[in-house]
């Protein structure tokens, strides 16, 4: 009887934390803003109504599609991941979850997925999702120990939700209409290079240790080249977040909205470039968590 009960005490210790794993391995608090902005896209999307089956599905799938991803990315990269503290006790460097294991995990997320936005919604915007997963898993991962134009490679397909839920609403990508669409892949897309070189900067010494290269500088050292670049990019994103208004989609409010966050990461951006420190970079950081939700959500609680 005892050694039942002891057993029982085991599987009891053993199954939280094998649960805990699966969950760190799924980085499954990064898939807010891909189903945020995914939901963004679609309900952004002309003659589309609040549907709650609707929207669940879309967030499972794109939540899914998102899983496959991440798991790819610490899969190739369970062992530079040793070296970084931050990483270093993931599931893959510390030998509690398989290489194997972890193949088959992403192999049945990414298919649900995939195939999920494909039969509830429409192929294009299935095909979209995949293209996100192989780009962010099979691309951009290794690059980023190769060139900082990883950053690049990466935003491409941290910019395709909003863009896949609007194909979802739309079934369509490349018609005059679908401008829509783009104008919210084209900020998040301008969003991203400096919400990523702040986070690069802040991380710096652990991703040396690694030997990925994140900062726009030659050798990925830091520079105030990070924070001019941060510059450009945020001074870009001003003009491209009054797209929406500029053809008809939103009103006045958001248009307000969106000049007065651009402002503000602009300004962060600035901070960044003049003081190149942690202290700096940590208010783009801030700046660019404020920036994007707010700015989507005004555009379509505007939308027309």
């Known amino acids: 009887m005892n050694?039942?009960?002891q057993v029982s005490e085991n599987n009891e210790q053993i199954r939280p934390s094998k649960l805990k794993d699966y969950f760190t391995l799924a980085k499954a608090n990064l898939s807010f803003m891909v189903v945020y902005s995914s939901l963004i896209g679609y309900y952004f999307a002309p003659n589309v109504t609040f549907n709650i089956k609707d929207?669940?599905?879309?967030?499972?799938?794109g939540s899914l599609i998102t899983i496959s991803a991440n798991i790819i990315n610490q899969i190739i990269e369970?062992?530079?991941d040793k070296f970084m503290r931050r990483t270093?006790?993931?599931?893959l460097p510390g030998g509690r979850i398989g290489v194997s294991e972890a193949w088959a995990i992403v192999f049945v997320t990414g298919t649900l997925g995939v195939v999920g936005i494909s039969f509830f919604f429409n192929f294009f915007a299935g095909m979209l999702g995949l293209l996100s997963l192989l780009l962010y898993g099979f691309a951009y991962t290794p690059m980023k120990k190769i060139h900082p134009i990883?950053?690049?490679?990466?935003?491409?397909?941290?910019?395709?939700?909003p863009l896949i839920g609007w194909v979802a609403a739309t079934n369509s990508l490349f018609a005059w209409s679908d401008i829509?669409?783009?104008?919210?892949?084209?900020i998040q897309f301008f969003w991203q290079f400096p919400h990523f070189w702040a986070i690069a900067w802040l991380g710096y010494d652990d991703y040396v240790k690694a030997g990925i290269r994140m900062l726009p500088t030659t050798g990925g050292l830091k520079s105030k080249?990070?924070?001019?670049?941060?510059?450009?990019?945020?001074?870009t994103l001003l003009p491209v977040s009054m797209l929406p208004y500029a053809i008809n989609l939103t009103g006045t409010m958001s248009l307000y909205v969106v000049i007065a966050l651009g402002a503000a990461y602009f300004t962060a951006s600035v901070l960044f470039y003049t003081r190149s420190d942690n202290s700096s970079a940590k208010g783009l950081m801030y700046s660019s968590f404020f920036y994007l939700p707010l700015s989507l959500l005004a555009l379509l609680c505007d939308k027309i």
Do not use: H
């Open 3 to 5: 050694s039942v009960v």
């Open 55 to 61: 929207a669940l599905i879309l967030a499972i799938g």
């Open 78 to 80: 369970r062992e530079s």
């Open 88 to 91: 270093q006790n993931r599931p």
């Open 150 to 161: 990883a950053t690049f490679i990466g935003a491409i397909p941290g910019a395709l939700p």
């Open 180 to 186: 829509g669409g783009w104008s919210l892949f084209f």
């Open 225 to 235: 080249q990070a924070g001019l670049q941060s510059m450009y990019y945020c001074l």
